[in-house]
């Protein structure tokens, strides 16, 4: 395999790096301490030099204004927009939309492309995506209590459901909802489309995540569904295949995740490296004379070198060989990543004293929305269980233990 990055790759990762450095860095202090509708439209502005730039949407197909770039290169761009929170809204690539965007491109149909679809691949809309319940382990989702009936045209939708990111001000969500309760368990939900300004559609708050609710693009609501109605022409894909369309939308979507940990990662090294290298703890003596630190700023480095190289990896067998074949290795970046990010943030904020548990950096911001990354898309645990069932399927077959 060849990792080898075109010029015009190179190109276009030397002008994004150069943005978030010049553009969207100076913004991270409002990022974190201004409400999502006060810096909007600083970023509706940086958003036009981007287009202008011709770097929008770099996941998506060309025949929809995207860059259409391979999933190996779209990596490489999550890498470097990471570095900064707002980069990948910037950049119009942005979950949960970029995922919404996905699906609806593969499975909408000409009026649900038209409506829900062009305005949000230009970024006049936002959207959400709407599974995970209180009531029930989002870890199992095919235990879900949402329903979806059928009355007349419409399906009426009713339900709780929560951590529906960015619910706040999209224009719609895609909910997951029991279609078909007499089916086989895998095969009982379905995608529809709601439109948040359907009566019944009720969104309760936005979670307080680690003391933070945030507002806007930058949250995660909880919502109500009672008696939501919309048309039955909604349905996203067909009925009762909402799992597996989610499924496709998660595979590739964690090399997105990934990849953008390995970017946050790399921040963080770097703020660790140049506070080590000033600050001083004795006459003439800095933090990076300390063996300790040392330690830290190469295992943090051999970490991420190991991380970043399986997702490359990872991503190059979805490309070469499909992503059924690739799902082992999609197991293993999603929970290793996010547990070198986790390991390498958290040296940050250490090698910071007290200033890194402030908000007087980005460091605390990656911490307090990065320690969900073992959570959302697959807990840890259920990765884990499903590597190592592979493995000692395979083991005991070949060794004849089973
Ligand atoms: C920041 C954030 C953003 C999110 N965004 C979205 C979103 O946009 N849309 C959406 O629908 N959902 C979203 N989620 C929800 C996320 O997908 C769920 O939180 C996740 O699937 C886990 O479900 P749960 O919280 O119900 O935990 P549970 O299923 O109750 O699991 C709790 C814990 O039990 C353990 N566990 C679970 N299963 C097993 C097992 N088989 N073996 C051993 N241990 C196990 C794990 O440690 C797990 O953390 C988001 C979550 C977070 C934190």
Redesign the pocket.
């Known amino acids: 395999m060849d990792f080898a990055i075109s010029e015009e790759m190179q190109t276009i990762l030397e002008l994004i790096n150069e943005f978030v450095e010049k553009e969207l860095m100076p913004l991270e202090q409002d990022f974190i301490h201004r409400p999502w509708e006060e810096l909007e439209p600083v970023l509706k502005q940086k958003r036009e030099m981007v287009k202008q730039m011709e770097l929008w949407a770099p996941l998506h197909p060309k025949e929809y204004g995207g860059m259409g770039l391979g999933l190996l290169d779209y990596g490489l761009v999550c890498e470097a927009l990471a570095r900064t929170p707002t980069g990948v809204y910037t950049f119009g690539c942005q979950?949960?939309d970029a995922g919404n965007i996905e699906i609806l491109i593969k499975y909408g149909t000409p009026e649900q492309k038209e409506r829900f679809l062009a305005p949000l691949i230009v970024g006049q809309t936002r959207s959400?995506?709407?599974?995970?319940?209180?009531d029930?382990?989002?870890?199992?989702?095919v235990l879900m209590d949402t329903t979806a009936v059928k009355d007349g045209d419409d399906y009426v939708i009713n339900g709780h459901?929560?951590?529906?990111?960015?619910a706040d001000g999209s224009s719609f969500a895609i909910v997951?909802a029991v279609t078909n309760p007499e089916a086989a368990s895998h095969l009982q939900a379905s995608m529809i489309i709601v439109p948040t300004d359907t009566p019944g559609f009720n969104l309760v708050r936005n979670i307080p995540?680690m003391g933070h609710a945030g507002t806007g693009w930058h949250s995660?609501g909880e919502i109500l569904y009672q008696n939501c109605r919309v048309p039955q022409a909604n349905l996203l894909g067909p009925e009762g295949h909402g799992f597996v369309i989610a499924q496709e939308r998660l595979g590739p979507g964690r090399i997105h995740h990934c990849m953008r940990w390995i970017g946050e990662s790399k921040r963080a090294l770097d703020m660790m490296c140049e506070r080590a290298l000033t600050r001083q703890i004795a006459p003439g003596k800095t933090l990076a004379d300390q063996q300790i630190i040392r330690a830290w700023i190469a295992e943090s480095a051999a970490e991420m070198r190991a991380a970043r190289l399986m997702v490359l990896n990872c991503a190059w067998r979805i490309e070469t060989e499909g992503q059924k074949e690739a799902r082992q290795d999609i197991s293993l970046i999603k929970f290793y990543t996010a547990g070198v990010m986790q390991r390498i943030i958290d040296r940050a904020v250490q090698v910071h004293g007290g200033l890194g548990v402030t908000d007087d950096t980005v460091l605390s911001t990656f911490y307090r929305?990065e320690r969900?990354a073992?959570?959302?898309?697959?807990?840890?645990?259920?990765h884990k269980?499903s590597v190592s069932r592979r493995i000692l399927k395979e083991y005991a077959a070949e060794h004849r233990l089973a």
């Open positions: 979950a949960p959400c995506f709407s599974m995970t319940e209180p029930q382990p989002g870890s199992n989702p459901k929560w951590f529906t990111s960015a997951m995540v995660h929305s969900s073992r959570i959302y898309d697959g807990v840890d645990e259920v269980i």
